[in-house]
T-cell receptor, first 113, second 112 residues
Framework: SQKIEQNSEALNIQEGKTATLTCNYT??????LQWYRQDPGRGPVFLLL?????KEKRKERLKVTFDTTLKQSLFHITASQPADSATYLC????????????FGKGTKLSVIP | DSGVTQTPKHLITATGQRVTLRCSPR?????VYWYQQSLDQGLQFLIQ???????AKGNILERFSAQQFPDLHSELNLSSLELGDSALYFC???????????FGPGTRLTVL
């Protein structure tokens, strides 16, 4: 079955630096990968979606890349701020037609002032 | 605010009991998804409904069931509760032409 893994449980970074989070998947290449942000005790919030034929997607300070050869997506936050501290989840579809999501366990990012 | 509402916000109950969690999707969304999030398992897909019909099932226990009503709100029923069922339960909805899902604020279930 398809697995999606986020290698780091936690990442600490200094304010102003670029945070880079990794998401790896096994078996087949998903058509889409999505990234969500989750704050403690709250529901995930959609951030970005990248298609398999897209190498890179940007939204303000966020950038996502998709490397089907490495079976990996990287999520970057540039000029990180303490307000960016949260858990970031990557997700892919599993189950044809239903668009149910399989999530990685997430990476907890802490941006230190 | 995602537009998805869930009630109650918190629920504390005892082992062996039965509870019902309620979700109202965003206006116009026909798809409702239920997820369970526990500390050790992460966010796990339970079940999906589309316009009143069950569309997909994930790792949902037989003690759990769900339904979607004609007004599109959905309920997740959890019975014979065990300590291990303590978790956050989220519902999410999605528009037919969208790929992303919109999550509600969740219901925190504590089984004592």
């Amino acid at each position: 079955s398809q697995k999606i893994e986020q290698n780091s449980e936690a990442l600490n970074i200094q304010e102003g630096k670029t945070a880079t989070l990794t998401c790896n998947y096994t078996n087949y290449s998903p058509a889409y990968l999505q990234w969500y942000r989750q704050d403690p005790g709250r529901g995930p919030v959609f951030l970005l979606l990248i298609r398999e034929n897209e190498k890179e997607k940007r939204k303000e300070r966020l950038k996502v890349t998709f490397d089907t050869t490495l079976k990996q997506s990287l999520f970057h936050i540039t000029a990180s701020q303490p307000a960016d501290s949260a858990t970031y989840l990557c997700a892919q579809y599993s189950g044809a037609g239903s668009y149910q999501l399989t999530f990685g366990k997430g990476t907890k990012l802490s941006v230190i002032p | 605010d995602s537009g998805v509402t869930q009630t109650p916000k918190h629920l504390i109950t005892a082992t062996g009991q039965r509870v019902t969690l309620r979700c109202s999707p965003r206006s116009g969304d026909l798809s409702v998804y239920w997820y369970q999030q526990s500390l050790d398992q992460g966010l796990q897909f339970l079940i999906q409904y589309y316009n009143g019909e069950e569309r997909a099932k994930g790792n949902i226990l037989e003690r759990f069931s769900a339904q979607q009503f004609p007004d599109l709100h959905s309920e997740l029923n959890l019975s014979s509760l065990e300590l291990g069922d303590s978790a956050l339960y989220f519902c999410a909805s999605r528009g037919d032409w969208e790929r992303e899902q919109f999550f509600g604020p969740g219901t925190r279930l504590t089984v004592l």
